[in-house]
């Protein structure tokens, strides 16, 4: 299997999970929080959208799917449009509140979509390349990559978590 592969495969199974915890929720269970200062599935999506939007775009040189396809303009959150959720405070977080599964499933899948457009073609060598100096070690491409799929299948479980207690309600 090549490099893309591997990673085609790794962002795949983002993307399977991201549908599975999504199907079928309910507008009150995708916005619940399951205890206080704990993220809603809703947000959870919406960061690893965003994460992985923002990682993958600036390694690829290139502008976010947020920002570039309207998804910014379409969610109308009162957050900036570079946020991703990262350090968000708990009124923060509770800001992503409202979004359709609908939208939120479109808006991972678009970003799933470049994401594999941009995986593809690389390489073992592509995988050296320093994506982000502002890091000791400098951050390649490999470790960026590596990152965004580990945060990814983080959130995707506490979100699978979180349906799970609301399941049991």
Same mark, same amino acid.
């Given at each position: 299997?090549?490099? *893309? ?13 991201? %549908? #599975? ?9 995708? &916005? #619940? !929080?399951?205890?206080? *200062?704990?993220?809603?599935?809703? @947000? +959870?999506? @919406?960061?690893?959208? !965003?994460?992985?939007? =923002? %990682?993958?775009?600036?390694?690829? *040189? !290139?502008?976010?799917? @947020?920002?570039?396809?309207? @998804? ?21 977080? $509770? ?7 609908? $939208? ?5 899948? #678009?970003? %799933? $979509? ?7 073609? +690389?390489?073992?060598?592509?995988? &050296? ?6 890091? =000791?070690? $400098?951050?390649?491409?490999?470790? !960026? ?9 983080? %959130?995707?479980?506490?979100? #699978? ?5 609301? &399941?049991?309600?």
């Amino acid at each position: 299997m090549e490099v *893309g592969g591997v990673f085609a495969d790794a962002f795949s199974r983002v993307q399977e999970e991201v %549908h #599975a915890v999504l199907h079928a929720l309910s507008q009150e269970d995708l &916005d #619940a !929080r399951p205890g206080p *200062g704990a993220n809603s599935i809703g @947000w +959870l999506v @919406w960061h690893i959208a !965003r994460l992985q939007d =923002d %990682h993958v775009a600036d390694a690829a *040189g !290139r502008e976010q799917t @947020w920002t570039a396809d309207g @998804w910014y303009d379409r969610f109308a959150l009162k957050l900036e449009p570079r946020d991703i959720g990262y350090g968000h405070t708990v009124e923060q977080a $509770e800001q992503v509140t409202g979004l359709k599964a609908s $939208e939120l499933r479109a808006y991972y899948d #678009a970003v %799933h $979509e470049a994401t594999a457009a941009y995986i593809e073609g +690389l390489t073992a060598a592509d995988l &050296d390349r320093v994506v982000d100096t502002r890091w =000791d070690p $400098e951050v390649t491409l490999g470790v !960026r990559l590596v990152s965004v799929v580990n945060d990814n299948q983080q %959130h995707t479980g506490q979100a #699978a978590y979180v349906r799970g207690l609301l &399941d049991t309600r």
